[in-house]
């Protein structure tokens, strides 16, 4: 508990599929991917990572001079990369953007995170790819955030940052008194039961009266056919014997 951080110091693709760090099995397979991945950060990729913002959720027609005209506020800008498909050329949505300052960088960090810009509000964060050890990216089933319909959620972000984790013995201890937790549980495990037997009784109750009335209406039916039965025979008699009484 001491050494939890709502931010990770250091990527684990295990710890950033749990809402608080602590799974120890992986709950999805983009997570087995990440752990299994062999991920080498980019060398062709220039600047100083330590000056450099990553920015997201980004317009697809935000355009690199709207970018410089916005970060260029908070300090002066060295480099802006506009990330964008290899074949088609139009923007994937991110970008990264280098100062020359190191108080510019955090000054942007703090002010343009959810900024609007181009009817869009961005998500802002230092780099990660090269100063965080372990980083594996999204495509490869690590990153953080994500979507909960992909069921691909990653924590230990500025965006999505670990819940403190919950030391339930230690809660009950405090909350109750000492050995009251387990009175407790004791007496909810009690009442379960009695529960549960109350129920089992009342089903049977049930169906022993379900029973009673099925039997009661099968006899009341068989009667009335009875009746009928007896009613078709009657007339039978009646009409053969006026049949006779005519000839």
């Not at 250091?10 to 709950?27: N, R, V």
């Not at 480099?79 to 949505?93: A, E, H, P």
């Amino acid at each position: 508990m001491n050494e939890w951080t709502p931010i990770a110091k250091e990527y684990d693709p295990l710890k950033a599929g749990s809402i608080d760090g602590t799974d120890e099995e992986p709950h999805d397979r983009a997570v087995w991917r990440a752990m299994t991945a062999r991920y080498v950060p980019n060398r062709g990729v220039s600047g100083d990572p330590h000056l450099t913002l990553f920015v997201a959720r980004l317009n697809l027609q935000t355009t690199e001079e709207k970018l410089r005209e916005v970060f260029s506020r908070y300090g002066d800008i060295r480099r802006i990369r506009l990330v964008r498909d290899l074949v088609t050329g139009f923007s994937k949505g991110y970008a990264f953007v280098e100062f020359k300052e190191e108080r510019a960088l955090v000054k942007a960090y703090r002010d343009a995170n959810k900024l609007v810009i181009d009817q869009r509000e961005v998500f802002v964060d230092f780099e990660l790819e090269r100063t965080l050890k372990g980083w594996i990216p999204r495509r490869l089933g690590g990153g953080f955030g994500g979507k909960k319909e992909s069921g691909q959620l990653r924590f230990g972000g500025r965006d999505r940052p670990f819940r403190k984790p919950i030391n339930l013995p230690a809660m009950k201890s405090e909350f109750y008194g000492e050995g009251q937790a387990e009175k407790r549980e004791r007496g909810w495990s009690r009442d379960w039961k009695t529960r549960n037997r109350d129920q089992r009784r009342s089903e049977r109750e049930w169906s022993r009266g379900w029973a009673e009335r099925d039997g009661a209406r099968h006899s009341r039916e068989e009667r009335s056919r009875g009746r009928e039965r007896r009613d078709r025979s009657r007339d039978r008699s009646s009409k053969k014997q006026r049949d006779e009484d005519r000839h």
